[in-house]
């Protein structure tokens, strides 16, 4: 029997999908583990990013958690407050979460999350990065190894040849371009109507006001919601960096000419939107560089029939991309790559019967899909509900609101109780050591088909701590 060891992991794109692929392949005892990434270098940027207990615990597996939460704010507590007056609508104490869970529910630095996976690789002697490399086309899922071929910035192109392809190369992925082709399906990228600005403000700049100083030096986050329009805020790295993230009609890209997913935005188009916003709020926001305003388009696609063709799977943003309500983004893209190891681990064989192998793969997408569909849907919700405007429903939500100081379901999913026992003590590695045996057997035949029928027999599985959860 073939060693499943020996089996060539090829990994496009290096973001935190990638990383984790890269990781967990090296973890869990892969020898060739090869990341194929367009820029020339891991620069990291971005703002703000929640570390919740189930992703968490994936990293602690791996080694790197330790370092990430040295520079992690533990949050035990959130505030939900009216836009336009800043009154509360409800505060939920959350001090017991490392208790009930294992692990803490923190904010961090995006740049700590990928720098930690980034040095957590570079330790693995498995793992090779090709940078300055794009993907420019997948030509041959199988049935025998998958080909594809990689495109140096400065060089001629040249065919690889691998046992498994992993698209982790987020919304726009060419893996997912060739493979849905491969499958004759079709999923286009689509507009969610919605952008954001992301805003980070240092102590230096908030020093001398009390009232901002004390949002920095507080353990809680905050959300800011108004008719359409919302603004998440906390501290991170270590309480020297103050956070905010908005979401808001998308406007200015509805008007531009081109695809792109980033503008460098006009801080007078910023203040109008939240102009109607309470005075604390627009003084954070007044406080940004006027060159410094930087808008982001949230793209989507429907859930797709299919994550895998062959020896390739898609993994994150390129085959569920979310809204960032519910802040599980890219512990989602963390969870799957901890299960695509596991599952290729455990592939009839050792990975040398292809068939075994794209079933395994298939069984990842079993393990994965329904319970993603749902956080995905999930975060849509938790924006319908925040966005509303005046009217009935936003009168029954501020009710709900009101009642949930009594203990009632919470209208925000991000800050029910209910919702984070569902995704908090969730492991998506045990689940996939205890239900691989019984997930594989159903792949009777071939597994390059869809799943139609498949998906059902992990419905109350990856899903049943969901049980009256509503979306």
Partial sequence: MSDYRDLRISVIGAGMGGLACALAFAKKGFKHVD????????????????????????????????????????????????GST?????HVEMPDIAEKYGYPHCTGHR?????????????????????STSLAGVKSFGPDKVVFTAQPRNAEPYDVETDVLL???????????????????TADVEDTGQAAYRIMLTRDEMKNDPELLELLDADCALRWIGEKRHIVAYPISNKTIYNLSTCQPDVNFAAATNA???????????????????????KMLNMVPEGEVCEWRLRSHKPLDSWVLGAA??????????????????????????VLAEVVSRAPGGGADREALSKALKVYELLRKDRTTLLVDMAAASARTLHLGEGKAKEERDRQFALAKKGQPIPDKWASPEVQDMIYSYDCVKEAQEKFDELYATLAGGANGHTNGTNGHVNGLANGHANGVAV
């Fill in 111 to 131: 740049a700590s999350l990928a720098g930690g996976l980034y040095e957590g690789c570079k330790k693995e002697p498995a793992v090779t990065f090709h940078f």
């Fill in 35 to 82: 990341v194929y990434e367009t820029a020339s270098n891991l620069g990291f940027v971005g703002a703000g990013i929640q570390l919740a207990p189930n992703m968490a615990r994936v990293l602690d597996r791996w080694g790197c958690w330790d370092g990430i939460f040295a520079e992690a704010t533990n949050i035990k507590s959130s505030s939900i407050r009216e």
């Fill in 86 to 90: 800043n009154r509360e609508l409800v």
């Fill in 260 to 282: 792109t997913y980033t503008t460098r935005g006009s801080k007078v188009a910023m203040l109008k939107v939240y102009s109607d916003f309470h005075p604390i709020v627009l």
């Fill in 313 to 338: 799977a898609l993994v994150g943003d390129a085959c569920h991309p979310t809204l960032p309500h519910l802040s599980q983004g890219a512990a989602m893209a963390i969870e799957d790559a901890a």
């Fill in 167 to 185: 698209g982790a190369d987020g919304i726009k992925s060419t893996v997912r371009i060739g493979l849905l082709k491969g499958l004759n399906i």
